[in-house]
């Protein structure tokens, strides 16, 4: 298991646990970040990802990206 950050892009992968603060948490659930959930990287930029979950296109900072254990 590793954070999201650590993810090679292209490279899909199952999102284990999401953690954080209670309003964090539930702010990237909403985004479709669940534990089951497939997930890969686009691109990493300097201070945010795009990601691909649930078949969207979603940008998250990489504080944000470090506390989805996949």
Avoid: H
Avoid at 16 to 33: A, H, I, N, P, S
Avoid at 37 to 59: L, P, W, Y
């Amino acid at each position: 298991m590793m954070p999201l950050t650590l993810a090679k892009a292209g490279e899909e992968s199952s999102i284990k646990k999401v953690g954080g603060r209670e309003d964090t948490r539930q702010f990237l659930e909403k985004l479709g970040f669940v534990p089951g959930a497939r997930v890969s990287v686009i691109t990493q930029t300097s201070g945010n990802m795009i990601v691909s979950v649930k078949e969207s296109r979603v940008a998250i900072s990489r504080e944000m990206a470090a506390k989805i254990i996949v």
